[in-house]
């Protein structure tokens, strides 16, 4: 069987930033063998079947959900697993985008995004990539850039902070459900737990009830809104869900020691 040796075509050296970036369904044809590495980074994320990679010292296989990093210079073998296919996004870029100080100096890091909410943004982000640099409107390196950045942080963020995935996603509930509120039941539902179940496993992995986080992120979205606008105490106090201003105004002292109305005036405040 035939192997491109070279699948990825090398940028110009001049070229900062955003290199090159793919999107590939390959069936076990597909290898890619740099003896000598590249002079920028490349990032994968798989989306289903199999990949390999083979560095000096190190093999791994990739599977949907595997975000790997290899860092410039790292001679390497990479492609699809014998009898399976390989479907997965790609991206080239170099050390403009700074970001990558905040992972290890491995040359070849692999990681599985087990949290659902991290793999559908790290996907979106690589939508963004393709499409901007396929369509190379204004601006168009920069908001790869941003992209990039964006699947970094967000790496870096699922290696350094073990919560369990499924209280990730509840998070992720909270935080875009905080005017309408989210019963115990829908969060429940959302990470495929029982009530009691998920109210005992959510405690142990924040030190919270499902409720009390709700309120900890209504309140410092609050704080927010009465720093940086001109929203008064009472329209942020039903911008962030709450109905009764004098349960927000109680729940707020609790957290920063003041009232709302104190806050926004530039009383001293403290988070507690």
Not at 38 to 67: I, N, S
Not at 157 to 186: C, F, Y
Not at 188 to 215: D, Q
Request: glycine content about 8%; hydrophobic content about 35%; some cysteine.
């Amino acid at each position: 069987m035939t192997k491109r040796k070279e699948e990825h075509p090398a940028p110009k050296e001049e070229v900062s930033g955003i290199v090159i970036a793919g999107h590939f369904d390959e069936g076990d044809h597909y290898a890619t063998s740099r003896p000598n590495g590249r002079k920028d980074w490349l990032l994968t994320y798989t989306l289903g079947g199999e990949g390999y990679y083979e560095t000096p010292g190190q093999e791994l296989r990739c599977r949907r959900g595997d975000l790997v990093l290899m860092r410039p210079g790292t001679p390497h073998r990479y492609g699809t697993v014998k009898g399976e296919r390989w479907h997965f996004v790609w991206v080239h870029f170099s050390d403009r985008i700074m970001e990558t100080g905040t992972l290890t100096d491995a040359p070849l890091l692999h990681h599985q995004v087990s949290d659902k909410t991290a793999g559908r943004r790290i996907y979106r982000a690589f939508r963004r990539i393709l499409t901007d640099s396929v369509e190379r409107n204004l601006y168009w390196q920069e908001l790869c850039e941003q992209a990039v950045r964006e699947i970094l942080l967000l790496l870096a963020q699922s290696m350094k902070r073990a919560i369990d995935p499924r209280i990730r996603s509840v998070l992720h509930l909270l935080s875009t459900r905080l005017r309408e509120g989210v019963s115990i039941e829908d969060a429940a539902r959302t990470a495929g737990l029982s009530p009691s179940r998920l109210s005992h496993l959510f405690k142990a992995e924040t030190g919270h009830s499902v409720i009390e986080t709700l309120n900890r992120m209504r309140i410092q979205q609050a704080a927010l809104l009465l720093s940086h606008t001109d929203r008064t105490a009472l329209e942020v106090s039903q911008d962030v869900g709450y109905q009764n201003y004098h349960h927000f105004a109680a729940q707020f002292r609790r957290v920063y020691g003041v009232n709302p109305s104190t806050y926004k005036s530039g009383g001293a405040a403290r988070e507690v």
